[in-house]
């Protein structure tokens, strides 16, 4: 039988974009000053075209700005989308479950050398983060960062390998 989940996480917030997202309202604020101080009094009609459009470039810009990832488990495979600004998608990773060298909470997780390439698709909140550890055809030795559902980690808890399903549900009574 099949099994299909998918979980959305919202990125929070960060300083960069909390800075942005200021930095975008105060230049559309200077931006749209400079049409109403500078274009001529005969051009009334057209202040308010251009300071309507200021302000419609600057939510656009401020929306997109916002990032969400999906994960999508579909039997022993895991894709992780990268959603920016709820318009555009982007594959970050797509991985059978059965590549996996190492999974488990991020607390848990060992030091990784330089040659590693790191996919970071969690919601940065530090809670409920896990990691898996595998070889890439393309990206080569690949560590993943995601903060899955339980549904989600169920499903992987399925398919791993035997060492790393023993190694996982023994760091798991541990934490008990």
């Known amino acids: 039988m099949d099994s299909f989940h998918e979980c959305l996480v919202t990125r929070r917030s960060s ?3 909390i800075a942005k997202n200021i930095g975008i309202g105060l230049l559309c604020l200077v931006l749209s000053a400079a049409v109403v101080l500078f274009l001529p009094s005969w ?9 309507i459009g200021i302000f419609y470039g ?3 810009l401020m929306s997109g700005i916002g990032v969400e ?8 495979e895991i894709d992780i989308d990268k959603i920016m600004g709820k318009r555009k998608r982007k594959r970050l990773i797509t991985v059978g479950i059965k590549t996996f060298e190492n999974f488990g909470k991020i607390a848990d997780a060992p030091a990784v050398g ?4 790191i996919v970071q698709a969690s ?3 530090g809670e ?12 080569g030795n690949v560590r993943v960062i995601f ?3 339980e549904k989600i980690v169920e499903g992987i808890e399925l398919f791993l390998p035997g060492p790393v399903k023993a190694d996982y549900k023994r760091r798991k009574l541990l934490e008990k």
């Open 15 to 17: 300083g960069a974009d």
């Open 43 to 51: 051009a009334f009609p057209f202040h308010i075209v251009f300071v």
């Open 147 to 149: 903060t899955p559902d």
């Open 58 to 60: 600057g939510f656009y």
């Open 128 to 139: 409920g983060e896990y990691f898996c550890d595998l070889k890439h055809n393309t990206l």
């Open 114 to 117: 330089s040659d590693y390439t």
């Open 69 to 76: 990832y999906e994960y999508i488990l579909t039997n022993d």
């Open 123 to 125: 919601d940065n909140s």
